[in-house]
């Protein structure tokens, strides 16, 4: 029995190690049924790896955002002032682990003495973890990523971005839209760039119908970190009397 345990064990390695194009392979259409059970396979190994990786506490909370900002650009700076904020106040800070934004979220984080988790994705052109992680896991799926940045989260803040950033918001503003997860405060963050969205969102979606006007209170907006760490406290307080599920 402990041999065949060992295979087993053997086995599930050998099915949770990183290759390429796992998602491409998994999306390119009708496949070997063979081939669609291994990648359902592999895809709930990735989720019981996060799971077991991941040792969240208490809520933590997510800042998404562009990993193309150096150090010392104003979004950069800004980040690192909001995890260092969002750290003081007792919060982990969950970042998708990879540089620019992330980085400085986690960096913020760290200089507080805040816990500083990343949660990567493996990319063609390589998207390594940044060197201010407390915890980090590696995922080779977006899907299994996106769930693990939001499960362990109480409230998000979003930083300027490109497609990643605009994906991983709305996703988590559908999944909150459509009563899947409870409402919790998503933040934007750089008013001079989130600007135009939030026109478009109300000029073009809420004036053909495509989403109520009530949809925009699912977004707040501040460009002050003290700012947003008290929109955070204020809605757990509101939840806690609420008695409606806060994650504790």
Known sequence: MPEARDKDQD???WLLRHARDLETRFLVGRRDRAEDLESAVRIF???LKGFETLEVACPSVTIFGSARFEEGHKYYDLARAVGRKVAEAGFPVITGGGPGVMEAAN???REAGGKSIGVNIQLPMEQGPNPYLDEFVEFD???VRKVMLVKYSCAFIVMPGGFGTLDEVFE???LMQTGK???FPIITMGNDFWGHLRNFIKNSLVA???VNEKDLDLF???DDPEEAVSIIKRHRVRQAGDNSGVRS
Do not use: C, S, V
């Open 11 to 13: 086995h599930n390695l």
């Open 107 to 109: 960096r913020g984080a």
């Open 172 to 174: 988590t503003a559908t």
């Open 45 to 47: 190994l990735e989720f």
């Open 141 to 143: 799926h977006f899907f």
């Open 220 to 222: 707040q907006n501040t």
């Open 208 to 210: 053909e119908g495509t």
């Open 181 to 183: 997860i409870e409402h």
